[in-house]
């Protein structure tokens, strides 16, 4: 049999293929063409035959294609439809049209030949010009969206810092109880809508694509406890028990971004505790997987609350979706946290998911991959060999959070016994009082508290009782004075982390007075020190109320306060000053000047440099602050105007009136960058500090400074992060820009 094709099925192959099939000898001439080459180019049929391959290919690219044609011709190897990406063909009518051409090799009476199938591809190159358009008008879209919802978010939240100002302010005047109770309810109102616009921000950023995640330096342990300040105050209004569980084997000094994690945590546990009527909430975290260079890490916030069912499970995480109507009749809300979290799990390679059983309870689940910090040792808690196998006796009604303290003290190397009531301890103590060297109770058991069991055991065993350490969720001030008898060394809020607890055991055992006025439970120190008492200050702000609500809060304090309406005014009233300002509070979004042109514009005149300023926005955007910081402006702070913050930036920022008037060194572009970093980094109390003031020291710039920089390492060292930045403020010079 022979292997030669029928000619035949040859001819009817080359005339009825759906594509143009052009054969080429050696010097580039067409020997053979198909009908559809013939109507594809533009030609009468068998007008193609003898023609040079050139006429069918643009004149600025012939050229080039003789060139790979006869490199072809001698390679003896084939090309693929598209392998070599789209060509440009040329009709007779000089129009020319996009092409796909396969090329291989073939024989016909001895000749070696070319046999190319070519494709127009018109259509599918008009409808990808189509999709980029389309994806160039989706990202046009995207960016206008994006600065609609900074626009907006800036036009409600300045109606809402009047309304939360004022507010704060007429608490701070004389009210009957129905007043009182009013404006904590309008109080309570404008968070709720707060929380609301940042959640339909966050939202539309992450359909945007506008939500990214940064990878910084991350302590755990202070995530955790953000976490658990703003989510157990909202659970102790409800008598409800916050606990925080973190495995032994979690390291803590992670890469990653600490502020989506504190927003993912934070939903997690805000909606944990809105749910959840009696019980507790317990925030826990375990290592999932670790290599050498990364963790993943499993978190858990599990409730006692109202449970969901399965068909309330499948659409939880969906946006604007909760359980059911009277779900959000009932406790509010947009259903868009979950959402948000999901969305941040994922940017954080890792999931979401919940388990749950109606009127049983729920458990969030996320986890997240972050990277190790290899230069830095992971946090231990190992005391003195002193203390080491301290006998302790725990003493609380809830079984979680005797684990927690057991699984934490075990860590610590100490001897545990737990007991779930007052009496039990009483009972344990009663028959050896000097079995334990130190005893932690708490306060909020049933049938018999804390303080009584101490009373109790104090009576028992006198001056043979064990030191002890009161836990609180509802605050200590009314048993400070009562402290000494009842051999009560330290308070403990819960929730309790590793190092709260560890730190109140060092203190009970290596202060000689663990209750003096730094004592966990007191009160913080008021920030409005006299050092800022008559401090001059300029708020440029253009909206009435904010003057009003600002100028109100700072004045109670003693601060002498001027008003501008817009950026030009505050510029000029800074250059025809005939005493330089201490400090400028301006705010971004202004008519005639905004603020950004503004503290480009005060950085210019003479000793401008030198005056420190604090933007003002109810702008929520990503990058506002580093935007603030390019302009020349020293610090941020978000609407609405919380006073503490307010006071916070007024102590960081005032602290050397003498170096208003003093020549301003000049300071290299890269130090300056390393001081802004050393201040955020201390700002969030982050223990990259300590490596970030290393390495500004080691800078051959830093050795003109070297004295105050030195002074400043002693304390970051020390881990005293406010005084550093109290010893910085006397130096800011340093970090104001050029």
């Known amino acids: 049999m022979s292997n030669t094709p029928d000619p035949a099925v040859l001819a009817g192959f080359w005339d009825f293929a759906p594509d143009a099939l052009l054969a080429v000898d050696t010097e580039g001439r067409i020997v053979h063409a198909n009908a559809r080459a013939s109507e594809m180019f533009g030609y009468a049929p068998g007008t193609l035959q003898g023609l040079p391959l050139d006429a069918l290919i643009p004149a600025r690219l012939r050229e080039g294609h003789m060139h790979m044609h006869a490199m072809f011709m001698h390679s003896g190897s084939t090309r693929e439809m598209g392998a070599g990406g789209g060509l440009l063909a040329l009709r007779r009518d000089g129009s020319e049209f996009p092409v796909e051409i396969s090329l291989s090799h073939f024989r016909r ?118 976490v658990a300040a703003l989510s157990s105050a909202k659970s102790h209004q409800k008598d409800l028990e916050f606990l925080v569980r973190v495995a032994p084997d979690v390291p803590m000094l992670l890469r990653g971004d600490p502020l989506r994690l504190s927003q993912l945590l934070g939903n997690y546990c805000s909606n944990a505790v809105k749910f959840t009527e009696r019980g507790e909430v317990l925030l826990a975290v375990d290592v999932l997987e670790q290599g050498v260079d990364t963790v993943k890490l499993r978190f858990a916030v599990s409730d006692t609350g109202i449970g969901l069912s399965p068909e309330q499970l499948a659409r939880l995480f969906e946006p604007f979706q909760q359980a059911d109507s009277s779900t959000t009749r009932k406790y509010g809300g947009t259903g868009l946290g979950l959402a948000i979290a999901r969305q941040l799990a994922e940017l954080m390679g890792g999931e979401a998911w919940v388990e749950s059983t109606e009127g049983a309870g729920s458990t969030f689940y996320c986890t997240a991959v972050f990277g190790l910090q290899p230069d830095r040792a992971q946090k231990t808690f190992l005391p003195g060999p002193d203390l080491h196998g301290l006998r ?56 018999m508290n804390g303080v009584e069991t101490l009373r109790r055991v104090r009576a028992a065993a006198g001056s043979a009782s064990a030191p002890a350490i009161l836990l609180t969720m509802h605050g200590s001030n009314d048993l400070h004075s009562a402290a000494g008898e009842l051999g009560i060394r330290k308070f403990l809020p819960k929730p309790i982390s590793h190092s709260s607890l560890f730190d109140a055991i060092m203190a009970v055992f290596g202060a000689s007075a663990a209750l003096g006025g730094s004592a966990a439970g007191m009160a913080p120190v008021d920030p409005a020190t006299d050092r800022l008492r008559g401090a001059r200050v300029l708020l440029v702000e253009d909206n009435e109320t904010n003057q009003l609500v600002a100028s109100e809060i700072l004045m109670q304090r003693g601060l002498v306060v001027d008003v501008a309406n817009n950026g030009q ?32 514009a005060i950085r210019r005149l003479p000793g401008g440099a030198r005056v420190p300023v604090v933007a003002l926005t109810a702008e929520a955007m990503e990058g506002t602050r580093e935007k603030c910081l390019q302009a020349g402006m020293n610090d941020y702070i978000a609407k609405p105007l919380k006073p503490v913050e307010i006071f916070r930036a007024l102590e960081r920022w005032i602290g050397a009136a003498e170096l ?12 300056r960058v390393l001081m802004l970093r050393l201040v955020t980094l201390l700002e969030r109390d982050d223990l990259g500090a300590v490596s970030c003031m290393d390495e500004l020291a080691a800078h051959p710039e830093a050795a003109p400074h070297e004295m105050e920089l030195g002074r400043v390492a002693v304390l970051i060292r020390g881990f005293q992060f406010e005084r550093a930045l109290e010893r910085l403020s006397h130096f800011r010079s340093l970090i104001d820009p050029e």
């Not at 201490?582 to 905004?594: E, G, K």
């Open 109 to 226: 009476d001895d000749q070696g030949l070319a046999l190319a199938a070519i494709r127009d591809i018109t259509s599918r190159a008009r409808q990808e010009q189509q999709l980029s358009e389309a994806r160039d008008a989706a990202l046009v879209a995207g960016a206008a969206k994006i600065q609609f919802l900074a626009t907006m978010s800036h036009e409600i939240r300045t109606p809402l810092n009047s309304v939360v100002g004022l507010v704060h302010l007429m608490q701070g005047t004389r009210l009957d109880p129905r007043q009182a109770d009013f404006l904590g309810k309008i109080d309570k109102s404008a968070r709720s809508l707060l929380a609301i616009i940042n959640d339909i921000l966050d939202f539309s950023k992450i359909e945007a694509g506008g939500l990214t995640v940064e990878e910084t330096e991350l302590d755990l342990e202070q995530v955790l406890e953000t």
């Open 392 to 447: 302790v006796l725990v003493a609380d009604d809830s079984p979680t959070t005797r684990r927690i303290l057991v699984e934490a003290l075990e860590n610590f190397s100490f001897t545990v016994t737990a007991v779930d009531s007052g009496a039990a301890a009483i009972v344990a103590c009663g028959h050896d009082a000097a079995a334990w060297d130190l005893l932690i109770i708490d306060r909020e058991m049933p049938d």
């Open 569 to 600: 005014e505050g510029v000029d009233q800074v250059a025809r000053a005939s005493t330089p300002y201490d400090l400028i509070f301006l705010d971004i979004q202004m008519p005639i000047m905004d603020g950004y042109d503004a503290a480009r």
């Open 660 to 671: 208003v008037s003093a020549p301003r060194p000049v300071i290299h572009a890269e130090l």
